[in-house]
């Protein structure tokens, strides 16, 4: 593997690990709600799915 392969295999291992941090914080603020309404119940359930497809991509880089 090359030193560029390198770079950006870890930049974007480092994009995808601020993207599931990102997907986190977003996911606990809705999840302090006491009565989520439909909608926001319906972006929990996007932002889980999201959140396990970018841990899933971080652990084919890693």
């Given at each position: 593997?090359?030193?560029?392969?390198?770079?950006?295999?870890?930049?974007?291992?480092?994009?995808?690990?601020?993207?599931?941090?990102?997907?986190?914080?977003?996911?606990?603020?809705?999840?302090?709600?006491?009565?989520?309404t439909p909608a926001e119940q319906l972006e929990m359930?996007?932002?889980?799915?999201?959140?396990?497809?970018?841990?899933?991509?971080?652990?084919?880089?890693?």
């Amino acid at each position: 593997m090359t030193t560029t392969t390198e770079g950006s295999k870890e930049a974007l291992l480092a994009e995808l690990t601020a993207e599931h941090r990102r997907l986190d914080e977003q996911l606990q603020i809705l999840e302090r709600r006491r009565t989520p309404t439909p909608a926001e119940q319906l972006e929990m359930s996007r932002l889980k799915k999201q959140k396990l497809l970018t841990k899933d991509r971080i652990a084919r880089l890693s």
